[in-house]
């Protein structure tokens, strides 16, 4: 019989025997695929030569067999819940799905669909968040429960387990799975580096007393990518005896390994008898685990609980062990307590082989009235100097409610050279005033705000060869402030200032000061004017005064400024690649203010501003009011952008800048030469991408009557992917007001060497001095899974009288925990750019922007 009428014939026989209900069945030719799962077969193109050419084979054509079923299993009355043999029974009946219908596709089926089905040959049950492929599959409709055996696969949302033999109710949830491979997978959120093609940046800065002035102040942030967040898809793989599912969300395995590591032989791994993870509370419990890296145990605990989303839970953290030359063998074990979500405490003992046991201890707390952190560190014997030392922070806001707040920051050490034995942090070794300030805060929501303040500071004396000042405390300062934005297209602002300055051996006394401003704005696309009158009112009371000066002085000084700018555009390219918006925008900023006399007056709490872009278009050189400079000068700068044409981000900009006087300066800091001049220095700064990858910082400073370099500074960097940047700097700035040269330069970068190993290192060099500031060296090694970083840092302490040199070593487990002394944050802040280099995409985990 020709084929073309054979294959009819086979088709009807073998519905008629596919089972007792096939009546009830929808039947599908199916082609078979690669992985046996089936595909539906259609013939290509239409018409009877299609199904003779497929026809012509004699071979009778595979056919799979579909089947729905309705599921509507009826839960018992009251709290009965239905057993089953080999099921485990959760202790609380878990909430049940809506019914829903499940298909099972298979090569051959068997039983009464009402009862008990059963399907063999390549068996696909499928139901609305789950998939199951297996050798041989029993289903019971009327409990929705299917038991599987042979190659079993299951899939829910994105995990995936296989093992030879699963029962479960679909429906409930509930059931088991014996000798299961597994990989779970969930998205967490992480923040790293990501290359951009532009940055803009704030051109100034405040005065700077403590170090040497900086011209221009770039923010850390420029030129650097981005830190954005990303949703990152990270994998868990492991074995378990058994699997046993106790409802939605609820999952119990025994006999159990997890690990981060694709390979059947994973690097780490955690071996547990029993782990139970609790989706609905993010959470999971560890019961005798062990924490195994290159099959040997480094960690062991009989309970262990740990968080499946990163949220705050109680346990031990992962220790930190340093190693310094300060403090020998260090070692810090955190315990997490989590109180409540609002406030936790975080205890840190912390035991150094050379000086003793200490105990650190931090506590947060926030509601919607007040929020709050306090810390406390104490070492009851030092072994080295024989004695306690402690340190303490306390910060807290308050809201009181109507508009009224108050805070506190009171801070304080047991001795001036705490934090140079303690940290190893270059700007906390070189704090030497610690702030003790209590506030109380006035804002209504309208036109005036108006505050309440003490400040007092600690002043530490950490290097005895250069003492430090002490400088007044505040006891108390009251400030007003008010502004009317729009008063018949005028704007007018007020400040208002009283201050009672304490010292224990210098002139003492109390400042009252008023300065209401009118300004009218005049604003148009293309140029702004905005001039400004103020009167600029004091009062002094004086204590302590040297005879013959008086005890009492006023001091009146009416102000003008003009500040005006123009802005041009035009199109262009940067050299033939991109279109861009090339602005132009000169400035001129006018200042008259008359001389008065104060030289009788006190400097309280008043420095010379640092001389910078921003500083330039102020009307006072001066920061604080113990002194009001005369002026009638002329600011004249201008400055050009490339902005990109399509988003507007700033690629990068220029600036030039010079002040020129009418009248020589007759006001004059205590110790400072009065300014003879007719002009000012010459200012010069550039910053942006100047090619693909590479940023540029620069900033000049000349003194034309000297001819010569009063400071410049320049910088680059070059970063063409994550985990690969380099970076350099050159520093000079000359003597000005007591404050000594400074001639620096700093390297630092971090890139790939061979086979996953990364360098890093940081190189900071007073030339002038002729010693190391800081220097760090490391390497890194991301095996995908893991990571692991060995750094050592050596700092200079203030004073160049003695040097810290810290190892840390860190062993990091993906998703999972550290051992050892992280350098991460080191290394963020001293290696612009830094990328962690087992979150690089590289690293194996599916990276995707938020």
Not at 780 to 795: D, H, I, P
Request: with cysteine.
């Amino acid at each position: 019989m020709p084929g073309f009428l054979r294959r009819p014939l086979a088709l009807l026989i073998y519905c008629a025997f596919a089972g007792g209900q096939a009546a009830l069945a929808s039947v599908s030719a199916t082609q078979p695929t690669a992985d046996g799962e089936g595909s539906t077969w259609l013939p290509e193109g239409s018409g009877a030569s299609s199904f003779l050419t497929l026809a012509a084979d004699d071979q009778p054509l595979p056919l799979r067999l579909e089947r729905r079923f309705d599921a509507h299993a009826a839960k018992p009355p009251g709290d009965e819940y239905p057993t089953v043999p080999g099921l485990p029974v959760p202790a609380a009946a878990p909430r049940r799905k809506e019914s829903l219908p499940v298909f099972v596709i298979a090569d051959r089926f068997a039983g009464r669909t009402e009862v008990v089905s059963e399907a063999e040959g390549n068996v696909e049950l499928r139901k609305i968040g789950s998939v199951l492929f297996t050798d041989k599959l029993s289903y019971w409709p009327l409990e929705d429960e299917v038991e599987a055996l042979g190659h079993v696969r299951l899939l829910q949302g994105e995990d995936e387990m296989r093992g030879p033999h699963l029962r479960m109710k679909l429906s409930e949830q509930v059931g088991f799975f014996d000798e299961a491979e597994f990989k779970f997978r969930k998205e967490v959120t992480s923040r790293f580096y990501r290359p951009v093609l532009a940055a803009t940046t704030t051109v100034g800065a405040t005065a700077s007393t403590g170090s040497a002035p900086l011209m221009i102040s770039v923010p850390a942030s420029y030129g650097l990518p981005t830190t954005v967040p990303l949703r990152r898809t990270t994998e868990g793989y492991g074995y378990a005896d058994r699997i046993n599912f106790e409802g939605e969300n609820q999952v119990r395995l025994t006999g159990a390994t997890y690990s981060t590591c694709k390979a059947d032989d994973p690097d780490w791994y955690i071996r547990a008898r029993e782990l139970k993870l609790d989706y609905d509370h993010e959470a999971g419990k560890a019961k005798d685990a062990s924490l195994v890296f290159k099959d040997v145990p480094i960690f062991y605990t009989p309970v262990g609980s740990f968080s499946l989303n990163h949220r705050r839970q109680s346990g031990f953290l992962a220790a930190n062990f340093a190693a310094s030359s300060k403090n020998g063998v260090d070692l810090t074990v955190p315990y997490y307590w989590n109180l409540a979500p609002n406030y936790d405490l975080t205890l840190f003992p912390r035991e150094m082989s050379k000086r003793g046991f200490q105990l650190g201890t931090e506590a947060r707390y926030a509601d919607y009235n007040y929020t709050g952190t306090t810390r406390l560190e104490y070492l009851p014997n030092d072994s080295i100097l024989d004695r306690s030392r402690y340190a303490y922070g306390v910060v807290h806001t308050h809201n009181l409610g109507q508009g009224l707040t108050a805070s506190i920051n009171w801070n304080g050490v047991s001795d001036d050279r705490y934090w140079q034995d303690f940290s190893s942090r270059l700007l906390q070794t070189s704090l030497t005033q610690l702030p003790r300030q209590v506030a109380l805060n006035y804002a209504p929501g309208s036109w005036w705000a108006a505050n309440l303040q003490a400040l007092r500071y600690q002043t530490l004396q950490i290097d005895p060869r250069n003492p430090v000042a002490r400088p007044y405390f505040i006891e108390p300062q009251f400030n007003f402030s008010g502004r009317l934005p729009d008063i018949h297209k005028t704007d007018f602002s007020v400040f208002g200032q009283f201050s009672k300055f304490t010292h224990p051996t210098q002139v003492e006394g109390s400042r009252a000061l008023f300065y209401p401003q009118l300004t009218l704005p005049i604003v148009r696309p293309a140029f702004t004017i905005l001039p400004k009158v103020g009167l600029h009112m004091t009062q002094y009371g004086l204590d302590r005064q040297t005879a013959g000066s008086p005890s009492s002085i006023g001091r009146v000084l009416p102000t003008f400024t003009l500040d005006s700018t123009l802005f041009f555009e035009r199109d262009t390219r940067w050299f033939g690649s991109g279109d861009y918006v090339q602005t132009l925008e000169p400035r001129l900023y006018y200042v008259y203010i008359p001389y008065r006399r104060q030289d009788q007056i006190p400097v309280f709490d008043t420095a010379i501003a640092d001389f910078n872009f921003a500083q330039i278009f102020t009307e006072n050189r001066f920061l604080g009011f113990d002194r009001i400079n005369d002026a009638n000068q002329l600011t004249a700068a201008v400055t050009s952008r490339y902005l990109d044409a399509t988003s507007g981000t700033e690629r990068f900009k220029a600036m030039v800048g010079q002040r020129y006087y009418f009248s020589q300066q007759r006001v004059t800091f205590p110790g400072e030469t009065a300014r003879v001049d007719d002009f000012s220095n010459f200012l010069a700064a550039f910053n942006g991408l100047i090619l693909p990858k590479t940023y540029v910082d620069a900033a000049w400073e000349y003194n034309y009557r000297k001819s010569q370099n009063e400071r410049y500074a320049v910088g680059g960097r070059y970063q063409p992917d994550l985990a690969k940047v380099l970076s350099a700097s050159y520093r000079y700035t000359r003597d000005a007001l007591g404050v000594g040269q400074v001639e620096q330069v700093d390297v630092a970068g971090q890139w790939p060497l061979v086979n996953r190993w990364y360098g890093v290192g940081r190189y900071n060099y007073s030339i002038r001095d002729k010693r190391l500031l800081e220097s760090i060296a490391g390497l890194e090694y991301n095996a995908g899974c893991w990571a692991a970083r060995f750094v050592v840092q050596r700092l200079e302490a203030l004073g160049g009288n003695a040097s810290n040199t810290t190892l840390f070593f860190q062993l990091e487990l993906n998703d999972f925990t550290s051992v050892g002394s992280s350098p991460l944050q080191l290394l963020r802040r001293t290696i612009p750019g830094y990328g962690k280099v087992n979150e690089m995409p590289t690293s194996g985990s599916l990276l995707t922007t938020q």
